[in-house]
């Protein structure tokens, strides 16, 4: 998840350990500063001298960065290793940190996350190393996603604004219109599996990350942080609105009980037995790359809305790359990450497919432009640019939201697979998280 | 001179060389005892110390005495996660030994065709990787693209899936019988073979059958093995983690982080940056098991000849 709220809580002064999450970007420019001038010309000369770091990553359109970084630099290996998506990796970076060997040089972090390992001091502060100098090159709201404090502890790598990524041939076969609202979308999920039992309008297992979007989008904020009070509330309007939609879908068996990013998911996007996702503005390098044999049958269109006529959006996903502060290499590492989020690698990236977080790119004609063959032409674009302006404000994240992500199967994940129901669920996580935080030293909910 | 060194000798002797054989002694047991400190004491010793000790995001570490097991005493996610591995003992380990001492009798018996064939591919699961076997029945027990789907489609039966709440135990319990079937047999059948064949001649004269020569003479004789494998399976267990672990990822909901007690403590160590709490889990989970395997050990060998 990245752009915790942003604009709204630009210039929010927050005090203590949770301001690490959500300061703002005045912050960090006096930081890094002074030194970047210093250490700008450093990096040549590291890039000359070369060396090996190893990057834990599973962004597809890095490989080619890192190919573009190895020629144009050829005293440098780039290891590129891909040790999982989102929560698996972070349970391997952890696990290398905790043992203190094994440490890669540079880590995809997504935005959501950042916070808790900055807070536990496990990530480089950039704006010494010349992240300090980039203020304005990173739209607002992942800028200020990677900012803790004073430090910048990553550079942003790609946005997840959310659009409707649908498959154009079921919905022409089954004879329904792309739903505008999440009650049309209610409407086409029962359509779409009567006309074929084996076909589902999404699938969906229990995801963290996915259902605080949507409560996000509907309005919702569970989480509200100052400091290090919080409160975590899952009864508000905005997330009934999500779970009274949702639970139909749930308790109809709408939703096809596979786990995204496993086998069966791939498989069911590529044989139209998936036909829709309702995800973040990285997902065409991953559907490109991912489900091949579904090229010209995907499409993308706004995010189906609670209000109809309404534009909301809000962020799922989008990542930094960060240096763990066990890096032995981090020079280097900075290096390879201003290449790949600031500099050409940028462009490499957008070729891609990737969702770039770096204002130059959105904003140019070039970008919105560009016509995505696997989308059947489609400016895809254009739509998620639209949606990344879109998004709505205010949204915060604990700064355990690891933590909080890893046990929401145990407690949410139960109403997709017994009697439980989904606020059944989230009175359950919330219990959980209160006193998880109140464990960890925050005052929650008092 | 002669006279000299007889009374210097029991003078300086007794200290000299008791000084010595101190030093030689420790000589011989040094490299071990380094080993041994650094290996099983120094790891033991670290947990018990983490297990004193609470870091929190916000505060720091601090001392906390006994709180942290006075708080895994009450946790209701540690105890149910022991009832789960402990019902997962009573229910899967007789079932397991129970097949593997059949396969032995068999095998011993003398009357199968192809003895080593079926040795050896009984035995074989246990060399694949308990990683590897898990993801391989994950596969298997998948409804939509699994050999369970599969079955479904073919016979238009609806196997129940495999995968959900109430049966995933159950579906665990399935492939740690089919890893470790083997693993036990191989014990059971190298008991049997050290039986002594004259008590089998013996048995003949007296006219015994087949069933009294295994009640009789076989079952009492492997007692020893059959101890020592209800010991490992009940660690076994008790440590149970491997296969839930990789089920996880295919059925996230029906597989909690606190699914099993070893499940737990890496839960709380890796994602909830609660190391202390996950030693304190870790060691009173080592105690349980080395009590219940010890009083199994007891009652196992009591009425041994």
Known sequence: MTARHRRALRGAALLGVASLALSACSGSTDAGGGSGDAEAVDTASVLEEGGEITVWAWEPTLEDVVADFEAENPNVTVNLENVGTGNDQYTALQNAIAAG????????????????????????????????????????GPWT????GDGIYGLPMDSGPMALFYNQDVFDEVGVDVPTTWDEYL??????????????????????GFTT??????????????GTEMTIDFTDEGTTRFTEVWQQLIDEELLAPVSSWSDEWYQGLGDGSIATLTIGAWMPANLESGVPQAAGQWRVAEMPQWESG?????????????????????????????????????????DGGAFPATTAELESEEFQAKEFEY????????????????????????????????????????????????????????ESLVAYGDEQGFTVNE | MTTTSPTAAPVAAPGWRRSRRRWVGWQFIGPFMAVFALVFLAPIAYSIYLSLFRTQLVGGTSFVGFENYQQALQDPLFWEGLGRVSLFLVVQVPIMLGIALLVALALDG??????????????????VPAVVASLMWGFMYGTRFGLVGNLNDLLGTSIPNPLSPDLILAAIGNIVTWEFVGYNMLIFYSALRVVPQSLYEAAEIDGATQWQVVRAIKIPAIRGALVIATIFSIIGSFQLFNEPSILQSLAPNAITTSYTPNLYAY??????????YSATVAIIMGLITMVIAYVVQLRGMRKEP
Not at chain 1, 145 to 148: E, N, R, Y
Not at chain 1, 395 to 411: C, M, R
Not at chain 2, 110 to 127: C, E, Q, V
């Open chain 1, 101 to 140: 060997d094994g440490v890669p040089d540079v880590a995809q972090i997504e935005y959501y996350a950042v916070p808790q390992f900055a807070i536990a001091e496990n990530l480089t502060d950039l704006g010494p190393l010349g992240a300090g100098e980039l203020d304005g090159t990173f739209t607002t």
């Open chain 1, 145 to 148: 996603s990677v900012q803790s």
């Open chain 1, 187 to 208: 409407e086409a999920a029962r359509a779409i599996h009567e006309a074929d039992p084996n076909a589902y309008i999404a699938n969906d297992t229990g995801d963290a």
């Open chain 1, 213 to 226: 979007s949507m409560i996000w989008q509907a309005g919702g904020r569970p989480y509200q942080v100052d």
């Open chain 1, 310 to 350: 309404a534009h909301d959006t809000a962020e799922n996903g989008g990542s930094s790359l960060a240096v763990p502060a066990a890096s032995e290499n981090a020079e280097l590492a900075y290096a390879f990450v201003e290449y790949a989020n600031a500099g050409d690698g940028v462009q490499t990236r957008v």
């Open chain 1, 375 to 430: 989308f059947g032409g489609q400016q895809v674009n254009e739509v998620l640019a639209e949606s990344a302006a879109n998004v709505v404000e205010g949204w915060q994240y604990v700064p355990f939201q690891v933590y909080a992500n890893s046990i929401f199967n145990d407690t949410v994940g139960q109403a997709y697979v017994s009697g439980t129901t989904l606020d059944e669920g989230l009175a359950a996580w919330q």
């Open chain 2, 110 to 127: 003398g009357r199968l065709y192809g003895k080593s064939f079926f040795r050896i591919s009984i035995f074989m699961p246990y060399a």
């Open chain 2, 267 to 276: 839960s709380l160590s890796f994602s909830g940056q609660q190391y202390n």
